[in-house]
């Protein structure tokens, strides 16, 4: 029974960091409607920098002194992002926002390796807390007992700034209607600016008083966000009161679900997550969002299938990349059929994203479930090539349908935090579950037969199939069903009043979606020869993204350019630098601010520009003479 | 002069919304500006403020030019804004909303207080911790001109007061107007009901499509019955 209370409070002692990290997300997001990937970072930050201050100085004020500053510090340094970046951004598509903050994230954490090394560092134990006290037998640290007091007392001077003071009540009137806070004389830039700063400062509060009970290392961000976004969308975005209940939940969940499922506790979280979804859609404690902002995807040009002289050009270009092995070595080959695998993963998320509406920040689950997919059954069952690539995506499709039943039930910042959730979850089980997946090691191995075995023959059959698969996802945008997807995408209201069942069209997107990525995981998993946790991982997921945006997210042929773009210059990039995170957020961040438009969609407008007479034009300058 | 606009072109996306729009208030007077439904009136107001982001032409208030200013800067300047919809801030109380409309103290406009404010619109007193939300329309409606006072604004721009409302509730609301005219507060109020503005108004303008048609004191518009047929009657 002891051991259980100590569980317990465990437990609780883990949800006062969650609650920190996910209160300030919260905090931020119900004023600037920004889901701030970022989030994390900041965390990681407020650790590394409360251990170099609290080595620094000494004594308990310097250990108590340094946590705060540390968080100060880091609050600063998020005021700067925000003047800096996010107020730039602000009107700008949820998914951007998404990725200029995940951008920063994959700076931070390559400016953390830069300043403070690749090792896990250990912090001091806090002075007054350094002993444990027993209870029936059974140890808990005193400093677990300081944080568990702490989490309550951090929820009511929350609330109390929230309900008692002038700051509070502008920021709850701004949450509701920003604009008219601006009608009532209230400068919003400066309003965000400090919410910002606060909602930063929790967040490094929370990584700063991890550094007695916890390494710190520089992969904490991505761990922290992922249970973060668990936490807000169990406990409802926006909400306080919710990030606390659901940051003690998944605690409690995460301490007795270790004693239940000893390899693979995340699942339990999981169970919860998708229960509190299907009862509450918008979380314990939120309220639904009407959908304020439209996803990308809503072009100015309208999309049209291929002239037949524009078919003809992606012909000859076909040609000209299957000529490829007349000129190419060995690694041009391999760097080539890595592209075209690309392509194909690009492909298959601008069909989610694009045409759908729905930007998933988790597709490399299904790459990497595909991947797998080859791998149990090469191995396993010892099936021959053939039948492995045609049934190893099917695991991704399976996992596509599990995982996008409940993902399609929400839409825009939720979706993509579900999605990523997901992924994430995955990731965990072919990380921890080594008995099956070989953990860390991967399964190894994986070599094609003869027939495809040479490096040419291996480029060819990913060149066809990728080829196929484009074709296929084109037929597929240009069908009825495709219309209906687009429909569902431009006004879910409108769509469902035709007669289109919204929610099953976005799913089979997400079906159809998740099944071609596991083509490209399949064929990457003979191309790489073995298969990794990192093949489902979040930076793969990032990657595709990115592929779509710099392509295009706008356009239909983007993602095919965009993933040859961005391959190849991140395979270059990796053998040219080791900081290839900062360069890579750097350029994310750039696309965003910069070129939102994309690669395709810059040449799109270009020849429209260069059609003096053309339809837009003419609608622009007219005067309508409608009011209101 | 109060406010003086002039030349004011107004667009939502390609739409061009307002055709060299031209008014003006002078110190302390209630100006009423007619239409019907589309005809501009919300759009002008929201332009004067700045919440319409593409506009050109020139706005000056006591006498400096606000037309570039930033939404905030127009309204501390004193410059209030009611707008039609009302948004109320439906999950804070009666005070907080009150609160968010605070403003400092001017020097050339009426000092307004919550219990100032709370003897204005008595219905609000007996609500004082009750959230927007749960509110009547005439209740939410006297809460936005209460919240906008706390602004302590020389000039007002109402918009529709009385729509939607019960006639108790728009005989109190001509009571408010009337009480803010005589604490030496100018009104630009929006309307389509002829009745309720001629009972507050000193002069109208009358605006269709997007243009003003019509500008004069009220006998003005009563010896003009062709106007108002042509441009008010439902």
Same mark, same amino acid.
């Given at each position: 029974?002891?051991?259980?209370?100590?569980?317990?409070?465990?437990?609780?002692?883990?949800?006062?960091?969650l609650f920190l990290v996910a209160s300030g997300l919260s905090i931020i997001f119900?004023?600037?409607?920004?889901?701030?990937?970022?989030?994390?970072?900041? &965390?990681?930050?407020?650790?590394?920098?409360?251990?170099?201050?609290?080595?620094?100085?000494?004594?308990?004020?310097?250990?108590?002194?340094?946590?705060?500053?540390?968080?100060?510090?880091?609050?600063?340094?998020?005021?700067?992002?925000?003047?800096?970046?996010?107020?730039?951004?602000?009107?700008?598509?949820?998914?951007?926002?998404?990725?200029?903050?995940?951008?920063?994230?994959?700076?931070?954490?390559?400016?953390?390796?830069?300043?403070?090394?690749?090792?896990?560092?250990?912090?001091?134990?806090?002075?007054?807390?350094?002993?444990?006290?027993?209870?029936?037998?059974?140890?808990?640290?005193?400093?677990?007992?300081?944080?568990?007091?702490?989490?309550?007392?951090?929820?009511?001077?929350?609330?109390?700034?929230?309900?008692?003071?002038?700051?509070?009540?502008?920021?709850?009137?701004?949450?509701?209607?920003?604009?008219?806070?601006?009608?009532?004389?209230?400068?919003?830039?400066?309003?965000?600016?400090?919410?910002?700063?606060?909602?930063?400062?929790?967040?490094?509060?929370?990584?700063?008083?991890?550094?007695?009970?916890?390494?710190?290392?520089?992969?904490?961000?991505?761990?922290?966000?992922?249970?973060?976004?668990?936490?807000?969308?169990?406990?409802?975005?926006?909400?306080?009161?919710?990030?606390?209940?659901?940051?003690?939940l998944v605690s409690e969940l995460n301490a007795f679900g270790i004693l239940i499922?000893?390899?693979? #506790?995340?699942?339990?979280?999981?169970?919860?997550?998708?229960?509190?979804?299907?009862?509450?859609?918008?979380?314990?404690?939120?309220?639904?969002?009407?959908?304020?902002?439209?996803?990308?995807?809503?072009?100015?040009?309208?999309?049209?299938?291929?002239?037949?002289?524009?078919?003809?050009?992606?012909?000859?270009?076909?040609?000209?990349?299957?000529?490829?092995?007349?000129?190419?070595?060995?690694?041009?080959?391999?760097?080539?059929?890595?592209?075209?695998?690309?392509?194909?993963?690009?492909?298959?998320?601008?069909?989610?994203?694009?045409?759908?509406?729905?930007?998933?920040?988790?597709?490399?689950?299904?790459?990497?479930?595909?991947?797998?997919?080859?791998?149990?059954?090469?191995?396993?069952?010892?099936?021959?090539?053939?039948?492995?690539?045609?049934?190893?995506?099917?695991?991704?499709?399976?996992?596509?349908?599990?995982?996008?039943?409940?993902?399609?039930?929400?839409?825009?910042?939720?979706?993509?935090?579900?999605?990523?959730?997901?992924?994430?979850?995955?990731?965990?089980?072919?990380?921890?579950?080594?008995?099956?997946?070989?953990?860390?090691?991967?399964?190894?191995?994986?070599?094609?037969?003869?027939?495809?075995?040479?490096?040419?023959?291996?480029?060819?059959? $990913?060149?066809?199939?990728?080829?196929? $698969?484009?074709?296929?996802? =084109?037929?597929?945008?240009? #069908?009825?069903?495709? &219309?209906?997807?687009?429909?569902?995408?431009? #006004?879910?209201?409108?769509?469902?009043?035709?007669?289109?069942?919204?929610?099953?069209?976005?799913?089979?997107?997400?079906?159809?979606?998740?099944?071609?990525?596991?083509?490209?995981?399949?064929?990457?998993?003979?191309?790489?020869?073995?298969?990794?946790?990192?093949?489902?991982?979040?930076?793969?997921?990032?990657?595709?993204?990115?592929?779509?945006?710099?392509?295009?997210?706008?356009?239909?042929?983007?993602?095919?350019?965009?993933?040859?773009? &961005?391959?190849?210059?991140?395979?270059?990039?990796?053998?040219?630098?080791?900081?290839?995170?900062?360069?890579?957020?750097?350029?994310?961040?750039?696309?965003?601010?910069?070129?939102?438009?994309?690669?395709?969609?810059?040449?799109?407008?270009?020849?429209? =520009?260069?059609?003096? $007479? $053309?339809?837009?034009?003419?609608?622009?300058?007219?005067?309508?003479?409608?009011?209101? | 002069?109060?406010?003086?606009?002039?030349?004011?072109?107004?667009?939502?996306?390609?739409?061009?919304?307002?055709?060299?729009?031209?008014?003006?208030?002078?110190?302390?007077?209630?100006?009423?500006?007619?239409?019907?439904?589309?005809?501009?009136?919300? *759009?002008?107001?929201?332009?004067?403020?700045?919440?319409?982001?593409?506009?050109?032409?020139?706005?000056?208030?006591?006498? /400096?030019?606000?037309?570039?200013?930033?939404?905030?800067?127009?309204? /501390?300047?004193?410059?209030?804004?009611?707008?039609?919809?009302?948004?109320?801030?439906?999950?804070?109380?009666?005070?907080?909303?009150?609160?968010?409309?605070?403003?400092?103290?001017?020097?050339?406009?009426?000092?307004?207080?919550?219990?100032?404010?709370?003897?204005?619109?008595?219905?609000?007193?007996?609500?004082?911790?009750?959230?927007?939300?749960?509110?009547?329309?005439?209740?939410?409606?006297?809460?936005?001109?209460?919240?906008?006072?706390?602004?302590?604004?020389?000039?007002?721009l109402l918009d529709e007061p009385s729509e939607g409302l019960s006639p108790k509730?728009?005989?109190?609301?001509?009571?408010?107007?009337?009480?803010?005219?005589?604490?030496?507060?100018?009104?630009?109020?929006?309307?389509?009901?002829?009745?309720?503005? /001629?009972?507050?108004?000193?002069?109208?303008?009358?605006?269709?499509?997007?243009?003003?048609?019509?500008?004069? *004191?009220?006998?003005?518009?009563?010896?003009?019955?062709?106007? /108002?047929?042509?441009?008010?009657?439902?």
């Open positions: 029974m002891a051991f259980y209370v100590v569980q317990f409070l465990t437990g609780l002692a883990s949800a006062a960091s119900g004023v600037t409607r920004i889901v701030n990937f970022a989030h994390g970072a900041f &965390y990681m930050l407020g650790a590394y920098i409360a251990f170099t201050l609290t080595e620094q100085f000494s004594g308990a004020l310097g250990f108590w002194g340094g946590i705060v500053v540390a968080a100060a510090i880091v609050a600063l340094a998020g005021v700067l992002v925000e003047i800096v970046l996010l107020r730039r951004i602000y009107h700008s598509p949820e998914l951007f926002q998404l990725l200029a903050t995940f951008g920063l994230t994959l700076m931070v954490e390559d400016l953390v390796v830069l300043i403070w090394g690749p090792d896990d560092l250990l912090g001091r134990r806090a002075p007054g807390f350094k002993g444990a006290i027993d209870f029936f037998g059974q140890n808990i640290p005193s400093y677990d007992l300081f944080l568990i007091v702490l989490g309550p007392v951090v929820l009511a001077i929350l609330w109390l700034l929230f309900q008692r003071t002038r700051w509070g009540i502008l920021v709850r009137a701004a949450t509701q209607d920003r604009d008219m806070v601006a009608a009532l004389g209230v400068n919003q830039k400066w309003l965000f600016t400090s919410v910002f700063a606060v909602g930063v400062f929790l967040a490094a509060l929370g990584g700063a008083l991890q550094i007695p009970r916890d390494a710190v290392h520089h992969a904490m961000d991505l761990r922290v966000i992922v249970e973060v976004f668990v936490v807000v969308v169990i406990g409802g975005l926006g909400s306080i009161v919710g990030a606390f209940v659901a940051a003690v499922f000893p390899k693979i #506790s995340i699942i339990l979280v999981f169970l919860v997550m998708a229960v509190v979804l299907i009862i509450r859609p918008w979380g314990l404690f939120g309220k639904a969002e009407a959908p304020a902002r439209r996803t990308p995807g809503l072009t100015v040009n309208p999309w049209r299938p291929l002239t037949s002289g524009e078919r003809l050009a992606a012909l000859a270009a076909l040609a000209v990349a299957a000529a490829l092995p007349l000129v190419g070595g060995n690694y041009a080959l391999t760097v080539g059929a890595e592209i075209a695998i690309f392509v194909i993963f690009a492909a298959s998320l601008h069909f989610l994203m694009s045409v759908g509406g729905l930007a998933s920040f988790g597709h490399a689950a299904y790459f990497g479930l595909g991947a797998y997919g080859v791998a149990f059954l090469a191995k396993m069952a010892g099936l021959p090539m053939i039948l492995c690539l045609l049934l190893g995506p099917l695991l991704g499709c399976v996992g596509a349908a599990v995982f996008g039943f409940f993902a399609v039930q929400l839409s825009g910042v939720y979706f993509a935090m579900l999605t990523l959730a997901f992924a994430q979850i995955v990731w965990s089980i072919a990380f921890q579950w080594v008995a099956v997946t070989g953990g860390d090691n991967g399964i190894l191995g994986l070599w094609p037969e003869s027939w495809a075995a040479s490096p040419s023959h291996f480029y060819w059959l $990913s060149l066809g199939i990728a080829a196929a $698969s484009v074709i296929a996802l =084109r037929i597929a945008i240009f #069908s009825p069903f495709g &219309y209906a997807l687009r429909a569902t995408r431009d #006004s879910l209201l409108r769509s469902e009043a035709v007669g289109i069942d919204a929610k099953r069209i976005q799913w089979t997107a997400f079906v159809i979606a998740g099944t071609v990525a596991g083509v490209a995981g399949a064929l990457f998993a003979y191309l790489k020869g073995s298969v990794f946790p990192d093949n489902l991982g979040i930076s793969l997921s990032v990657d595709a993204l990115v592929m779509v945006l710099l392509g295009g997210v706008e356009t239909v042929s983007g993602p095919v350019i965009g993933a040859i773009v &961005y391959k190849a210059l991140n395979i270059w990039l990796v053998s040219q630098t080791d900081l290839s995170k900062l360069v890579l957020g750097a350029f994310i961040v750039v696309i965003v601010v910069v070129f939102p438009k994309g690669i395709v969609g810059m040449l799109e407008a270009f020849t429209q =520009r260069r059609r003096p $007479s $053309s339809a837009k034009s003419s609608l622009v300058t007219s005067p309508i003479e409608s009011a209101e | 002069m109060k406010l003086s606009v002039q030349d004011l072109n107004s667009f939502y996306g390609p739409a061009h919304i307002l055709f060299d729009i031209a008014l003006e208030v002078g110190e302390g007077e209630v100006v009423a500006l007619l239409g019907r439904n589309g005809a501009g009136k919300s *759009t002008t107001f929201r332009s004067i403020v700045g919440l319409v982001e593409q506009r050109s032409g020139r706005i000056e208030f006591e006498g /400096r030019d606000v037309s570039n200013k930033p939404t905030h800067e127009i309204v /501390r300047d004193g410059l209030g804004y009611v707008p039609e919809e009302r948004r109320i801030f439906t999950d804070l109380t009666v005070e907080e909303n009150l609160e968010v409309g605070r403003q400092p103290k001017r020097p050339n406009a009426p000092h307004w207080t919550r219990e100032k404010l709370f003897d204005l619109f008595p219905n609000l007193s007996e609500m004082r911790n009750r959230p927007g939300g749960r509110m009547s329309g005439g209740e939410q409606q006297m809460l936005t001109i209460a919240r906008t006072l706390m602004g302590n604004p020389s000039l007002v509730i728009v005989e109190q609301m001509v009571d408010a107007i009337l009480t803010m005219k005589k604490e030496g507060v100018s009104i630009v109020v929006s309307e389509q009901n002829l009745h309720f503005a /001629r009972l507050i108004s000193d002069r109208a303008y009358i605006i269709e499509r997007g243009r003003i048609c019509f500008g004069g *004191t009220m006998s003005e518009l009563d010896a003009r019955p062709d106007v /108002r047929d042509a441009h008010l009657s439902l």
